[in-house]
């Protein structure tokens, strides 16, 4: 039988355990991602968790992929993580000691952002897009208020969470390009903002998402043709009662400048 090194003691073990110290000597694996970890690891090389000795992989979540074993750490996060962040984030509210909402988040009849008060500890009654919307007013706050670490830390969450969510309508799939425009993912972006024309290929905020995307591919004569179209029929739209552009009331008269500005000869 080979003998392995006890990770606590030094000594030669063999076993699971050591005869010596009577640390646990056998396979160890990260409690958050589940990758197998180096003998005599107190921290995991993949997500830097602390390890605890003798764990195991841990248990699949019902509607969550197993986390993959790779060095792909926004897989496995998005991955393993995402209900429970989900249930973290939704579970805490999002407005603290008056933090406004930010630009284009429009707070429910209550006062409130949506899902936010003593109700928003009530999971059961909270749809996965509610969920989703949850943590996308999260990192638009995050965002304007300059905070980039609490932003980057929850968009992967948000990102999965509006996936868990499809079928989306346009102002989802719009929340959705703007996350994966946040995420530098640019064709991710304006894959969703496509998808958000689908029914309505005047739909402004999709308009402007699209644009955004093609501007940062490098297609800026796709985004020309996108911000045009915003401008061509931006009296219509707003005159259609769309309630996707009343919930971003207070971003709707910034597209119309972004869209003037980037065409301006």
Avoid at 70 to 86: D, E, K, M, P, T
Avoid at 149 to 178: C, K, V
Avoid at 193 to 204: C, I, R, S, V
């Amino acid at each position: 039988m080979s003998s392995k090194t006890c990770p606590q003691c030094g000594q030669p073990a063999n076993g699971n355990f050591c005869s010596v110290c009577g640390a646990g000597i056998g396979a160890l694996f990260c409690n958050q991602c589940g990758t197998e970890a180096e003998p005599g690891s107190r921290f995991c090389n993949q997500c830097g968790s602390a390890l605890a000795q003798g764990a195991t992989p841990p248990a699949p979540v019902a509607g969550i992929p197993p986390a993959a074993p790779s060095g792909n750490r926004l897989l496995w996060w998005v991955a393993g993580g995402a209900l429970v962040g989900l249930i973290l984030i939704v579970a805490y509210p999002v407005i603290q000691g008056g933090r406004g909402a930010p630009a284009g988040v429009t707070p429910s009849a209550s006062g409130g952002m949506p899902g936010s008060g003593p109700s928003s500890l009530d999971l059961a009654s909270m749809t996965p897009r509610e969920a989703a919307d949850r943590l996308f007013n999260r990192v638009m706050i995050a965002m304007e208020a300059g905070d980039s670490t609490e932003a980057m830390g929850f968009l992967p969450m948000a990102i999965s969470a509006y996936e868990i969510a499809e079928p989306l309508n346009a102002d989802g799939l719009y929340h959705l390009a703007t996350l994966k425009q946040t995420a530098r993912d640019f064709e991710g972006a304006l894959a969703a903002a496509l998808a958000g024309l689908e029914d309505n290929p005047d739909h402004l905020l999709n308009l402007i998402a699209a644009a955004r995307a093609a501007h940062s591919l490098g297609d800026d004569q796709g985004a020309r043709d996108r911000y045009a179209r915003l401008l061509a029929v931006w009296d219509d739209q707003m005159a259609s009662g769309i309630a996707d552009y009343q919930d971003h009331s207070g971003q709707i008269p910034e597209l119309k400048a972004e869209a003037e500005a980037f065409l301006e000869p």
